[in-house]
């Protein structure tokens, strides 16, 4: 079946760092691809998405690219900030509606 | 705009009660998704529903989970008996068909539930 599959954290940085969180996904089809974000105590909101493959979604300074050759959108940063601490989960959607989440990657920023 | 609105934030209830959550969609969205989030598990589907019907509802535990959506403006989550082991944060997220790909899903603040 679908899935997605995103490094374990938590991930500490120093502000200013350069960020990644790799996912990986496999889905039959082609899916769409997204970032999200939860800050604590909040819901998950959309950070950024890419519909096809070679699309580029970008937010607040950070991007993934959609990788069809490798099944993957890693998410990026150049230059990490303390308010971008939170939990950041990949997530698919298939033309079936659902939407597949990985487990999530919290994220610490130190200033 | 608002955005999907749950209640209540916060539920401490006793092992057997039944609890009730409940989510206002945003108006015009024609899906609505009830997701469970805990530790263990990560966030897993429960059910979801299409312009009110439900489509899907594997992902319901099991029949102490039952889900509605009697108009297109509200949805309830009902757990009943309640136990322990159903302690999580529940969100209702929805979303809308626009004819092109991509459908992003706008989550409410969620149900924190907790059974003694």
């Known amino acids: 079946g679908d899935s997605v599959t995103q490094m374990e954290g938590p991930v500490t940085l120093s502000e200013e760092a350069f960020l990644t969180i790799n996912c990986t996904y496999t889905?039959?089809?082609?899916?769409?691809l997204f970032w999200y974000v939860q800050y604590p105590g909040e819901g998950l909101q959309l950070l950024l998405k890419?519909?096809?493959?070679?699309d580029k979604g970008s937010n607040k300074g950070f991007e993934a690219t959609y990788r069809k050759e490798t099944t993957s959108f890693h998410l990026e940063k150049g230059s990490v900030q303390v308010s971008d601490s939170a939990v950041y989960f990949c997530?698919?959607?298939?033309?079936?509606?659902?939407?597949?989440f990985g487990a999530g990657t919290r994220l610490f920023v130190k200033a | 705009d608002a955005g999907v609105i749950q209640s209540p934030r916060h539920e401490v209830t006793e092992m057997g009660q039944e609890v009730t959550l409940r989510c206002k969609p945003i108006?015009?969205?024609?899906?609505l998704f009830w997701y469970r989030q805990t530790m263990m598990r990560g966030l897993e589907l429960l059910i979801y529903?299409?312009?009110?019907?439900?489509?899907?509802d594997s992902g319901m535990p099991e029949d102490r989970f039952s889900a509605k959506m009697p108009n297109a403006s509200f949805s309830t989550l009902k757990i009943q008996p309640s136990e322990p082991r159903d302690s999580a944060v529940y969100f209702c997220?929805?979303?809308?068909?626009?004819?092109?790909?991509?459908?992003?899903?706008?989550f409410g603040e969620g149900s924190r539930l907790t059974v003694l």
């Open positions: 890419a519909t096809k493959a070679d």
């Open positions: 997530a698919l959607k298939t033309g079936g509606f659902k939407t597949i």
């Open positions: 997220a929805s979303s809308y068909t626009d004819g092109r790909r991509g459908g992003e899903l706008f």
């Open positions: 529903f299409n312009n009110n019907v439900p489509i899907d």
């Open positions: 889905a039959t089809g082609y899916p769409s």
């Open positions: 108006s015009g969205h024609d899906y």
